[in-house]
């Protein structure tokens, strides 16, 4: 079993930065795909990012691409969300989710773990 808590959600005006964490709990984390999804309201939840399992690979979505980078550190068992020149529209909440696969992929219904959420709101 895996749990995924994400932290580092907040406030921010456009331009800013904001850093999310995932912590993850159980030994199968260093193996498999960890993906950044997220969700604003009357939308559906969207892949953000996505880093293979010893963080050679990573992949991210056009709107984010240059602007956020994905990182982890198996040995914390952590995932990263560095986020930078943040604008409105990124406004959503941010989930993390773990795919048991080798295979960066980035459909929703792929990842079979996912966390609570934390709420990423950009001001104008």
């Known amino acids: 079993q895996v749990q995924l808590v994400e932290s580092g959600g907040g406030l921010v005006q456009a331009g800013g930065s904001l850093r999310l964490s995932c912590a993850a709990s159980?030994?199968?984390?260093?193996?498999?795909?960890m993906g950044w999804f997220r969700q604003a309201p009357g939308k559906e939840r969207e892949f953000v990012a996505a880093?293979?399992?010893?963080?050679?690979?990573?992949y991210y979505a056009d709107s984010v691409k240059g602007r956020f980078t994905i990182s982890r550190d198996n040995a914390k068992n952590t995932v990263y969300l560095q986020m930078n020149s943040l604008k409105p529209e990124d406004t959503a909440v941010y989930y993390c989710?773990?795919?048991?696969?080798?295979?960066?992929?980035?459909?929703?219904?792929?990842?079979?773990?996912w966390g609570q959420g934390t709420q990423v709101t950009v001001s104008s």
């Open positions: 159980g030994r199968t984390f260093s193996r498999f795909v």
């Open positions: 880093i293979s399992w010893g963080g050679g690979s990573t």
């Open positions: 989710a773990l795919d048991v696969s080798f295979t960066i992929r980035t459909t929703r219904t792929s990842y079979d773990y």
